[in-house]
């Protein structure tokens, strides 16, 4: 404090020795002033210790006599001395203080206490009477209890402390909120009202939890709409004020169930599935594999286990392992390969894998579709192909020579016939001939098969074209088919049309000539 240089102090006036009631009294205040276990000070307006109590001096680790020789704002921890001053001015002027601050043991140790000072007269002078209590292990209690607290509403599991009735007797907000509900909504249920068991289902696990006094059980809890959560139940028994209580953490594992069963169901798919799958490391190691991975090579489940891909596959291990390299550049392959099996038989795969994450690590997820059966007929196909191009090669051979036979005796011996009958046949007889020859012509030079190519040509303009281009009138045309000179002009005009010739003053029967020369 300001004045911290020591000065004697009056006595504190005593009672008269001579009056034997205040003796006694004395006796009794003295006794109760230094069994206290608070400490007590009397102090001078400014702070001065004047007297002081056992407690005082040993609460703060001091002895008598360094204990005497301080002052209040020496043993002030939270106040500086001009602030010691003022309070002590604003304590005498109003007569009467409460207040909490913090005392400096001797060690060093902040401690914290509850003080009360009031005024009082001693021999017509003013003193001031200090009381204080320390209080430190409840500060630290008070302390633990928020930080306690503070976990207990920040917790994003629903915490509730919950008695042998289900009634709700504390809860954080997760408890509510996860649910559904507001507070108030939630404090008038009880736990059998969200729980979607019936008390007869749950009686057992309750005895279970009273008797050992903790459990843990999957249960699942209804949302005020409807909704049903699961959730992983810890209880552990309480004692609080006397009473005994649950204390209940509710953890929502709807998604991780769900997550469970989603894992299980692949995992079925994994299992069930006829091709080969593997889940393979960067080193070419399989950290798991299908039934149909060893299966389909002959292994069991305890042999395939520890292999790599370099057991099994027929190209050399270092070209596999590049080719499942190149996989984890691209994330991404798709290829043919060999394998072979435990008995040494080889298998013909096509391998498909892509790059995987599991755990924050890169994998590779490989499946492998036996091709096997279809490689080997594929090559008895291809292997019937060449049998089959070879016969019809023969078949082309033997028609070429035929062919060459027909046009040898037509060119040599029929047309130079049909010449001669030409020759000396009446008149009217001789479109026909030339008709029939034109038909035999066109088997050495397919004049059809050139005049059937154009698109729109009915047959009987096919066939009026085989006699146009023999240069045949046009009446005689209409006798040969039988029809009116204007029909056999009509499909003349329909003719030149369809080859793009009309109104050109191209002669029709020397174009059909032509095209039998293109």
Known sequence: MADASPREQPPIPRPDSNDLLSRELASRYQAMFEQSIDSIVVMDPVGNVVDFNTAAHENLGYTREEFAAMTIADLEAAESPAEVREHMANIVKNGYDRFETRHRAKSGEIRNVLVTVQTISIGGK??????????????????????????????????????????????????????????????ALNAFDIETRTPEEMADIIEEIRREGHGRVETCHRCKDGRILD??????????????????????????????????????????????????DETGQWIDFNTAAHESLGYTREEFTGMGISDIVVRPPQEAHARFAQVFTDGYGQFEISHRCKNGDIRDVLLVARTITIGGEAFMLVTCHDITEEHRARQAVEQKNV????????????????????????????????????????????????????????????????????????????????????????KQIAEMEHVSPATVSKHRENIRRKLGIQGKGINLASHLANLLQD
């Open 387 to 474: 049998a089959l191009s070879e016969m019809l090669t023969q078949v082309q051979r033997a028609k070429d020579d035929v062919g060459g036979h027909v046009r040898d005796n037509l060119e040599k011996v029929i047309l130079p016939m049909i010449d001669d009958i030409l020759a000396d046949a009446p008149e009217q007889c001789q479109p026909r001939l030339l008709a029939v020859k034109a038909g035999l012509e066109d088997v050495l030079t397919p004049f059809a098969t050139k005049i059937s190519a154009i698109e729109g040509l009915t047959p009987t303009e096919l066939r009026m074209c085989q006699l146009i281009r023999t240069d045949i009138p046009t």
């Open 231 to 280: 959730v992983l139940v810890t209880i552990k028994r309480i004692h609080i004020g006397g009473k005994r209580l649950s204390l209940s953490v509710w953890h929502d594992i709807t998604e991780q169930r769900q997550s469970r069963e989603l894992a299980g169901r692949y995992r079925a798919v994994f299992e069930q599935s006829v091709d080969s799958i593997f889940v393979v």
């Open 126 to 187: 003013e003193f001031a009477l200090g009381t204080w209590r320390d209080i430190t292990e409840q500060h630290q209690a008070h302390e633990l209890a928020d930080r306690y607290r503070g976990i207990f509403e920040q917790s994003m599991d629903a915490v509730v402390v919950i008695d042998d009735q289900g009634g709700f007797i504390d809860f954080n907000a997760a408890a509510h909120e996860n649910l559904g509900y507001t507070r108030e909504e939630f404090a």
